[in-house]
Every structure is written in structure tokens, then in C-alpha cells.
């Protein structure tokens, strides 16, 4: 065994066998795991043992500095208390998810006369019935459509019985709602309507059909045949809802499915929900570092995890794989948290497992589409990068790209824009305009050399003082211009200058995107396809994109200025007060006398100048 220290080795000898929780710690003292165990001696010490130890714990082990326990009388008291202190310290080698939202609901209070549906975000104990939870709040207002489309509910926020009866609205005229409020509808026959709307929810439409067919019947045996077609039309909605949700052989009553897969370095964890013997939706889970654990904790970790946020709590969970004894643990915790039966299974045979299998299925399928949403993430942006480098006649990868464009109106408030990507990404945080000084007219020449004079500037003068996290502290890999051979050697000449030996830089020339090297006699030409071209395309329309922004800006508050500067007495900071008072040249020209007045810094002549500037007589009328 190891040498851990004196103290460490102490504390290890003197481990106790007892249920608990343990908390591993580095060099700063800060927590980087919490685990339990049904015996904490044998647990903790299987750490520190010159075994085999998967990529992730032996990651872990390396920096382990101290750990402490804390002891339970039970193990479900110590499935408890390590959810709780993953969820307070949210250690780094822990299963934590990211994603704290919790999913909605569809909420039906039958205490009202006249419920309607409700989305809400969490179950509460107060006696309404819920429906879901559903994957994100579109699939609720869908299936909220899809109810109205068969069931006349309201959808108002009225206070219901109204004390006066009102004139209803257009939804009652096409047969969308019943009218309650405009006293057109009983409670009874409401609460007939909405007991449809339950077992609809419930996933029960057979019955639905069933009550709809036979009035359309009576409707068609009445010869009223509108309406006839209509409940004809509903029929064909609820047939249809039918046909896009997958039906199961299972019971009826709630499941969660739950299985894993793995591929070594990552594991992506999938959840199915069945209500009503109908399988209603899912979610998938990334578990960064967790693609070489023991599959049966990974879940087990993430149950405690998912179910301690989660608003409904299943009558049964189906998992792929749990360890020895946690489906025990896990049961009676989760009976405990919902207050009524629940069961946890791994199934081994029959209906079940294929319904675990289903979910496994569905894992691995979500993980082979987010690595290979990785694999093109990283082709277009760390791949495509290194390869421009390449192409360039660079030796080493082009961390920090830099990508400058000019922009002005016939030679007017000339601007230049800086974008910035690191690792082929934009970093929106380093990006900088340049007000140009120097230059009048349309020169883009001096005015790009003027730019990258004062950037280099800047980075000089911040690592003269010392300043590490400076705006300009971080110099280029790579710098693009927007042009041709001109102006880049305007700009490289511009480094050269201030003292700076140039990066890697190149110009493209936007009629064909040439890409231009410094005294090259000849463009390169990439085809347009490459994820290279692509990448230096998006620099320099995002460089052109941010100064244009910034141009259009300057060009708005200079039309504003250069309008309020041509009313007599109406200087600089009378032309700033006003616009603090108002906003827009819009709110001065419809401001009476006495709001101007109010203005600080106005006065009666200033006020007049202004009333007759925006073509208003001096007592304010048009």
C-alpha cells in the first residue's frame, strides 16, 4: 500500500464498520467526492489499496489530500445524506446534473366549478389532479391544443361563477369553449366535459371515442349535421394523436424506465416515462467522465440525484442495472418521498426487460448523436483552426484568431471592429471597437493601419504596467484582414512600427475569397466547402456583422446631435440634458413649454427656440 501520510494512514486504520457517508478532499480542503457505504471501513479503504481503480477514481485518487465520515445508523439514512451533501457541495467527481429545471405539468384543480388546464412547474399537495411531466413547455401547449381541439374548455382566467353574466367570446362561437362565463353551461354539464378531458389526459381514449362516436350518431340521427361533422372532425384528431404515441403491453399503472449507455469516456443516462400504458415522452442525461464507472452506480448515483428534484415520483422504476442491495435502499427512500408504494426493479426476462431495452436503445442512440454533434462542433471549430494553420505555413495551432474590418458612411465615422475567436469559437467578451482618429475620408489603408497601431499599443503599455488581465494583454496567433494584399501590408507595417514582431496574418479579398499571405505573389484558393474557408468566413462577416452595429450607432447619434445643434441656444449640455429627459428627438418635438422648462439647465428663450425648432407656436400649440 501507499504511504499516505502519517495522519492519513491513522485514519484509515481506524475506519469503523458502520453505514455512512464519506467526503473526500484535495489539497485545498476543498470536497471533490461524497460517497456512502453500507460498511464505511471496507468502502473507503478499497481507495487507497494499489488495486485497479477505473479512469475516473484513479483520476480522483491522485488528488486525494484528506478525507472525513459521517456515520448513520441506517442506510437509508446514509442515501439521504449523501443526496443532500452531493446537492450542497456539488463535489467535481460526482454525478451532478447540469440541468436543474424542473419539467411542467398539466394541472386540473376539480375543486373549481369551471377548472380549466394549467401549466405549472412543480406538484403541490393541494388536492388538483396532474398530468405529466412533459419535456419542455411547447409539448405542454401542444398537448393543451390538442385537448381544446376535441373538448370545448375554457382557456380564460376569469373568476368563475361570474357575479354578472358576459357576452361570450369568439371561442364559444366556433365551439371552443362552452361559455360559463356567459352562463351557457351548467356546472354538471362541465364537469360532464371535463371528466372526457381527465381520461383523455390519462391516456384513456377509448372511452373519448367511444362518447364521440355516439354523438355524432345522435347528432347525424337528429339531422343535425354540422354538427355531426364537427364531432366527425374530433373523432379524426384524437385518432390521430393516437396513432403518434407508442403504445406498450404493459399495466396501466406509472413507470419510469431507466438504462445507460457507455463508451468509455462519457455515458449518456435515459429515461422513458409510461403513464396510462402508454409511453408519453423521455429525457437523456450526459454524464461527462462516467463512461468507465460500474454501470449499475452510475445509475444509482443519478436516481438520487433526478428523483430529490423530481415533482412526481412513479409507482414503479424499471433500471437496466442497480448494485447489490441499492434497489432495497433506493425503494424505501422513494416511498418515503412520495408518501405511498413504490417498487424498483431490475427485470430479467419478459415485458419489462424489452422495456428496459427500449430505453438502452434510445441511450446509446442519444449518445452516438451528441459525439458526433462533438465531432462536427470540433471539425468546424478546433479542427478547422488547426488545419488553416496548416495551410498557412504555420507551426503551431491558432489558439486566438483575430478578424478586423473598417467600416464608414463616404469617410464619416469611420469605425473599426476587432472580433475575437479562441479555438475556433467567437469570444464576444474580447471584442473591440476602434473609433478612427487620424484618418479623414475613406481611407482604409491608414485606417487599418491606424487600428492595429493602437491595439499593439495598448498591449505594450499593459505589459509595461504589469497587467496581466488587460484588454489587450492576450496578443494573436492569427490575424485576418478584411482585404487584399494592400491592406494587409498596411496593417503588418503597422505592428512592425509599434516595436511587435507580426503573427501569422492574411487578407481576404471578398470578390472570390482569396485568402492572401504577406508579399505573396499569388492568392490561395480553398474550396468552398472546407470547414476551413468556413471558419474564416464567419470571422470576418462577424468582424463586418459587429462593425456595422457599432457604425450605425454612432451614424444615429450623430444625426440626433447634429438636429438639436441647429437651435439657437441650444449648446452641448443643454442638447445632453434634453435627451436625458426625454430619450428621443421624437419626445422633444411633442414636449410643451412648461416640460422643456422643467428641464435643467432650460430657460424661457431656450425653451421658445426649441417649440419653434419643432414647428409649435411658443404657447405650445400646433
Known amino acids: ?361 434510445n441511450a446509446r442512440d442519444a449518445l452516438d448523436k451528441r459525439n458526433a454533434r462533438r465531432t462536427i462542433r470540433e471539425e468546424r471549430t478546433t479542427g478547422a483552426a488547426e488545419n488553416l494553420g496548416r495551410i498557412l505555413g504555420m507551426d503551431r495551432f491558432p489558439r486566438r484568431i483575430e478578424g478586423y474590418d473598417i467600416s464608414n458612411t463616404q469617410g464619416e465615422q469611420s469605425v473599426a471592429a476587432m472580433v475575437v475567436f479562441i479555438d475556433g469559437v467567437p469570444a464576444k467578451k474580447e471584442y473591440r471597437h476602434f473609433r478612427i482618429k487620424t484618418v479623414e475620408g475613406a481611407n482604409d489603408f491608414a485606417s487599418l493601419y491606424e487600428t492595429l497601431s493602437r491595439r499593439y499599443a495598448h498591449a505594450a503599455r499593459e505589459e509595461q504596467e504589469g497587467n496581466a488581465e488587460g484588454k489587450f494583454t492576450d496578443l494573436p496567433d492569427l490575424i485576418l484582414i478584411d482585404g487584399g494584399p494592400q491592406q494587409l501590408r498596411f496593417a503588418r507595417q503597422a505592428i512592425l512600427d509599434q516595436g511587435a514582431e507580426p503573427p501569422a496574418m492574411f487578407g481576404l479579398a471578398e470578390k472570390h475569397e482569396e485568402i492572401w499571405l504577406p508579399d505573396a505573389e499569388e492568392p490561395i484558393l480553398l474550396d468552398h466547402r472546407t470547414p476551413e474557408l468556413q471558419l474564416v468566413q464567419r470571422i470576418r462577416d462577424e468582424a463586418h456583422r459587429f462593425g456595422i452595429i457599432h457604425h450605425r450607432t454612432l451614424r444615429g447619434k450623430a444625426s440626433i446631435h447634429s438636429q438639436l445643434e441647429d437651435i439657437p441656444g441650444i449648446g452641448p449640455a443643454r442638447r445632453k440634458e434634453l435627451l436625458k429627459a426625454f430619450g428621443s428627438l421624437k419626445a422633444i418635438r411633442q414636449a410643451g413649454r412648461e416640460e422643456l422648462l422643467r428641464v435643467r439647465g432650460m430657460n424661457g428663450p431656450a425653451a421658445d427656440a426649441v417649440l419653434k425648432w419643432s414647428g409649435q407656436t411658443e404657447s405650445g400649440a400646433k
Open 1 to 361: 500500500m501507499k504511504n499516505w501520510g502519517e495522519k492519513l494512514e491513522e485514519k484509515i486504520r481506524k475506519l469503523p464498520d458502520s453505514p455512512g457517508c464519506y467526503l473526500m478532499k484535495d489539497r485545498e480542503g476543498t470536497i471533490i467526492y461524497v460517497g456512502k457505504a453500507v460498511n464505511l471501513k471496507n468502502r473507503v479503504r478499497s481507495y487507497f489499496r494499489d488495486t485497479a481503480h477505473t479512469p475516473k477514481v484513479a483520476a480522483m485518487i491522485a488528488h486525494i489530500d484528506d478525507f472525513e465520515i459521517l456515520l448513520c445508523e441506517t442506510n437509508l439514512e446514509a442515501l439521504i445524506l449523501e443526496c443532500n451533501l452531493i446537492k450542497r457541495h456539488r463535489p467535481y467527481y460526482n454525478i451532478l446534473l447540469k440541468d436543474d429545471k424542473n419539467y411542467p405539468y398539466l394541472k386540473v384543480d376539480l375543486r373549481q366549478p369551471f377548472p380549466r388546464l394549467e401549466l405549472c412547474r412543480r406538484m403541490e399537495r393541494d388536492g388538483a389532479r396532474y398530468f405529466g411531466p412533459y419535456i419542455g413547455a411547447n409539448a405542454v401547449r401542444q398537448v393543451i391544443e390538442a385537448v381544446r381541439d376535441v373538448f370545448p374548455l375554457r382557456s380564460c382566467r376569469q373568476a368563475l361563477p361570474a357575479k354578472t353574466e358576459k357576452r361570450p367570446c369568439v371561442n364559444y362561437d366556433i365551439g371552443r369553449c362552452m361559455a360559463p362565463c356567459a352562463g351557457k353551461c351548467t356546472e354538471e354539464a362541465y364537469r360532464e366535459m371535463m371528466n372526457g378531458v381527465i381520461s383523455f389526459l390519462s391516456g384513456d381514449y377509448e372511452s373519448v371515442l367511444r362518447k364521440l362516436k355516439a354523438d355524432m350518431n345522435e347528432a347525424a340521427a337528429a339531422m343535425r349535421y354540422e354538427k355531426a361533422a364537427r364531432i366527425r372532425d374530433k373523432i379524426r384528431d384524437v385518432e390521430g394523436l393516437m396513432e403518434r404515441q407508442i403504445a406498450t403491453r404493459t399495466d396501466r399503472s406509472e413507470q419510469d424506465l431507466i438504462a445507460l449507455a457507455q463508451d468509455g469516456l462519457d455515458a449518456m443516462i435515459q429515461i422513458l416515462y409510461i403513464r396510462g400504458g402508454r409511453i408519453i415522452g423521455g429525457d437523456h442525461f450526459a454524464l461527462p467522465r462516467e463512461g468507465g464507472e460500474n454501470p449499475g452506480e452510475v445509475i444509482a448515483s443519478f436516481m438520487t440525484q433526478y428523483y430529490e428534484a423530481a415533482g412526481l415520483i412513479p409507482r414503479n422504476v424499471l433500471c437496466q442495472e442497480l448494485p447489490e442491495g441499492a434497489a432495497e435502499q433506493l425503494e424505501a427512500w422513494l416511498r418515503e418521498k412520495k408518501g405511498a408504494a413504490v417498487t424498483v426493479a431490475t427485470p430479467r426476462r419478459g415485458e419489462k426487460l424489452e422495456l428496459v431495452l427500449l430505453a438502452a436503445k
